[in-house]
C-alpha cells in the first residue's frame, strides 16, 4: 500500500525520534505529505536528516508548553 496516503497531509508530534519518528516513516512511506514536529530547532533537524531526505514533508518546531512556540507553529503551519 505505497500510495495509502497519497494526497494526505499528516501531522506527526514528536517526529524526531523514538515512536513519533516511526509513525511518520510509516506514512511517509505510504504517501503522505508529513508535517513533522519536535520541541527544538536542533530536534527538528533529525527529522530533516530522518525523514525529508527521502520523503516529502516539512519540519516544524512546537512546544506545546510555551505559548509563543505555539503561535509560531500556527503561522508557519499557514504558509
Do not use: H, P, W
Not at 530547532?41 to 518546531?61: H, M, W
Amino acid at each position: 500500500m505505497k500510495n495509502k496516503y497519497k494526497d494526505k497531509v499528516v501531522l506527526v508530534t514528536g517526529a524526531s525520534r523514538g515512536i513519533g519518528k516511526a509513525i511518520a516513516l510509516k506514512f511517509a512511506e505510504q504517501g503522505a505529505f508529513v508535517i513533522g514536529t519536535a520541541t527544538t530547532e536542533a530536534s527538528a533537524d533529525q527529522i530533516s536528516k530522518n525523514l525529508l531526505r527521502q520523503f516529502s514533508g516539512t519540519r516544524l518546531v512546537l512546544n506545546i508548553a510555551d505559548k509563543t512556540s505555539v503561535e509560531e507553529f500556527a503561522t508557519n503551519l499557514k504558509k
